[in-house]
């Protein structure tokens, strides 16, 4: 079956780079996602990517995919305090529903 | 271009009573989907709905039901309120292969 795993909590200073893993057990993903949810707020579409993609670079976010590994990762350059917010990385094969992990709560100290 | 719009954005129910949830998808987008997100439960799947018949429901008892009407719109209802059905219910729209999600529904039951 599909599972999504995450780490939990991530904290970092304002300025630095932050980098927030995902790790996916479905070999037939299409698709990989990342969102960011803020308090009390819906799910907010941050960029996804292809399977047979090794890299996606949007604006300060950049997304790796080791497709051997199962692994997905998010990196935020120049991290703000704005960027504090659930990072939820998701999967699917495109014939269901996505699957997300249980979400990376990023606290961005000033 | 408006985006997913939930209603109503909050919704305080009895247990026992029903709840109507309510979600109109992007313009354009012939998919919904359904989630649950409780307090420290993450994102679980409800149902999905695409061009107007279910196409695939969660691991969630049958009082939770719904349907899509023809101008794709999206109903959930949940029959037989339990206490522990409060939560954030998010609806989402797709157009292949992005996903974007309403502000949810939060619903509270008492």
């Known amino acids: 079956g599909e599972d999504v795993e995450q780490s939990l909590f991530l904290s970092v200073r304002e300025g630095d780079s932050s980098v927030i893993n995902c790790t996916y057990t479905d070999s037939s993903s299409t698709y990989l996602y990342w969102y960011k949810q803020e308090p009390g707020a819906g799910l907010q579409l941050l960029t996804y990517i292809f399977s047979n993609m090794d890299m996606k670079q949007d604006q300060r976010l950049t997304v790796l995919l080791n497709k051997k590994d199962k692994h997905l990762s998010l990196r935020i350059a120049d991290t703000q305090t704005g960027d504090s917010a659930i990072y939820f990385c998701?999967?699917?094969?495109?014939?269901?529903?996505?699957?997300f992990g249980s979400g990376t709560r990023l606290q961005v100290q000033p | 271009e408006a985006g997913v719009t939930q209603s109503p954005t909050h919704l305080i129910k009895t247990r026992g009573q029903q709840a109507t949830l309510r979600c109109s998808p992007i313009?354009?987008?012939?998919?919904v989907y359904w989630y649950q997100q409780a307090l420290g439960l993450g994102l679980q799947f409800l149902l999905w709905?695409?061009?107007?018949?279910?196409?695939n429901r969660g691991n969630f008892p049958p009082r939770f039901s719904g349907r899509q009407f023809p101008n794709y719109s999206s109903e959930l209802n949940v029959n037989a309120l339990e206490l522990e059905d409060s939560a954030l219910y998010l609806c989402?729209?797709?157009?292949?292969?992005?996903?974007?999600f309403g502000q949810g529904t939060r619903l509270t039951v008492v």
């Open positions: 313009s354009g987008h012939t998919s």
């Open positions: 998701a999967e699917s094969t495109g014939r269901r529903a996505l699957t």
């Open positions: 989402a729209s797709s157009l292949e292969p992005a996903a974007f």
């Open positions: 709905y695409d061009e107007g018949e279910e196409r």
